[in-house]
C-alpha cells in the first residue's frame, strides 16, 4: 500500500496516469523498484515521462508515503486503491474515479442500496423539513441504505444528522485530509457518523479545503450512489454539478419541487423542467422509481407509520384536534392548539407529508386516519 499511496505523490503525473498504471500494472512495488519491467507495455513516451517522474521525486514521494501510512495506521484510516476488491464499485465505474481514496469509519459502501443527497448551503425550513421528512421515511422503508453527502452547511449537514436520528447510515465526502473537518462546526456531527457511516476522501493529510476540492469531490459523491437526490438549490451551486456528473454517470437524478416563486427551488424545477431529473415528492417516490420497493411494500409502511404512537408529540396535538373538527384553518388550529403559525406550518407540512391530512376548499385541513 505504501507504493501506491506513493504513485499519487509523485510531481509531474496526472491523476489519470496515476489511474492507469494502477489499472494496468500488477504491482506499485514494481513501478518503484523495476520501472523497465512493470512499464514494458506502454509507450515509449509514456514510460519516459514516468521514468523522469521516478527519477526527479520517487525517493520523496516513498518517504511521504510512509509517513502518510503511518499516520492512517494511528488514526484508523483504510487508504483503499481502486484496484482492490473493497473499493466502492458503484465509483470505480465511473471513468474519473480517483486512483485512492481514504476512508474511516463503519459502514459498507457496497451495500445493496445507496443515495446520495445534496442541495443548497443557504437551505430554508422547508428544505430542513424535506431532509427530515425523506430520512425518517427511507429509515422506515429500507432501513440499511446508505446515505452520502458532503458534510457542507445546508442541505449535507441537515441530511447528516436526520440520518443519525433515524439510524441510517451516512458516508461524508470531504474536499480535505481526514487531519482536519471543514467547516470546524460540524465536527460533533462528522465523530458520530465514525459509529453509523463514516469520512471518505481522495485527499492525504495537510490537503486544506480549496473551492476547486469541493467541485472535485462532488464527483465521488454523484460516484457512489445509485441516485442522487436534490433537496433544493438555486439556479447555480455546487448541488447541480454533482446532478449533472450523476446524469454523466448514466445513474438516476431526482428532485424535489418547490415553489416557482422560490430562489432555492429554482435550481430543482429547471432540472425537472429539462427532464434531467425526476420529480419526487417522498423517499417512497424515489424507493419506487429506483424499483427497491414495490407499492404493497410502501404502502404498508405508510399506513403502519400513520398510527399515533408513530406521530410526536406536537403532532398528535395537531391530530387530536383535526380528528374532533371537522375540519381546521390555519388560524383556528393555533387558536385550538396555542402553538405559533410557524410551527403549525411546520407541522402541517409534516402531516401532509406523512399522507395523513387532506386540504379542502375553504383551506380547511382534515384528518384522513380514523
Request: with cysteine; charged share 20%.
Amino acid at each position: 500500500m505504501i507504493h501506491t499511496i506513493a504513485l499519487t505523490f509523485l510531481e509531474g503525473l496526472t491523476q489519470n496516469k496515476v489511474l492507469t498504471l494502477l489499472q494496468h500494472t500488477h504491482s506499485a512495488q514494481l513501478i518503484f523498484e523495476q520501472p523497465e519491467v512493470a512499464l514494458a507495455d506502454f509507450t515509449p513516451s509514456f514510460q519516459l515521462e514516468v521514468q523522469q517522474a521516478l527519477r526527479k521525486n520517487g525517493a520523496k514521494a516513498l518517504h511521504k508515503a510512509q509517513e502518510e501510512w503511518d499516520f492512517c495506521q494511528t488514526h484508523g484510516i483504510r487508504p483503499t486503491a481502486i484496484t482492490a476488491s473493497d473499493y466502492p464499485q458503484r465509483l470505480k465505474e465511473c471513468p474519473d474515479a480517483p486512483p485512492l481514496i481514504y476512508y474511516r469509519g463503519s459502514a459498507d459502501w457496497n451495500v445493496k442500496h445507496v443515495l446520495s443527497v445534496v442541495g443548497t448551503r443557504r437551505i430554508t425550513p422547508y428544505g430542513k423539513d424535506l431532509c427530515r421528512m425523506f430520512c425518517r421515511e427511507l429509515a422506515s422503508l429500507l432501513p440499511h441504505t446508505l446515505v452520502v453527502s458532503g458534510l457542507a452547511y445546508g442541505v449535507d449537514i441537515h441530511t447528516h444528522r436526520a440520518c443519525l436520528e433515524h439510524q441510517l447510515p451516512t458516508i461524508g465526502v470531504l474536499a480535505h485530509g481526514l487531519d482536519q473537518i471543514y467547516p470546524s462546526s460540524h465536527r460533533n456531527t462528522a465523530c458520530e457518523m465514525l459509529n453509523n457511516g463514516g469520512l471518505i476522501t481522495e485527499y492525504s493529510r495537510g490537503v486544506r479545503p480549496f473551492a476547486g476540492n469541493f467541485v472535485r469531490r462532488n464527483r465521488i459523491v454523484a460516484g457512489m450512489a445509485d441516485a442522487t437526490i436534490v433537496i433544493e438549490s438555486a439556479d447555480r451551486g455546487g448541488a447541480l454539478i454533482t446532478a449533472r456528473l450523476a446524469n454523466d454517470y448514466n445513474r438516476t437524478v431526482c428532485a424535489f419541487p418547490g415553489r416557482t416563486t422560490d430562489q432555492y427551488s429554482e435550481g430543482c424545477l429547471t432540472l425537472i423542467r429539462q427532464r434531467q431529473a425526476e420529480l419526487v415528492t417522498s423517499a417512497t417516490d424515489v424507493l419506487e422509481l429506483l424499483n427497491w420497493v414495490d407499492k404493497s411494500q410502501t404502502n404498508q409502511a405508510v399506513q403502519f407509520e400513520l398510527f399515533a404512537p408513530q406521530l410526536s408529540h406536537e403532532q398528535q396535538i395537531v391530530a387530536q384536534v383535526l380528528k374532533e373538527t371537522d375540519g381546521c384553518t390555519l388560524s383556528q388550529l393555533m387558536q385550538h392548539t396555542g402553538f405559533d403559525l410557524s410551527k403549525i406550518n411546520t407541522l402541517i407540512f409534516e402531516l401532509e407529508m406523512l399522507n395523513c391530512i387532506s386540504l379542502s376548499s375553504g383551506n380547511f385541513y382534515r384528518w384522513k386516519h380514523s
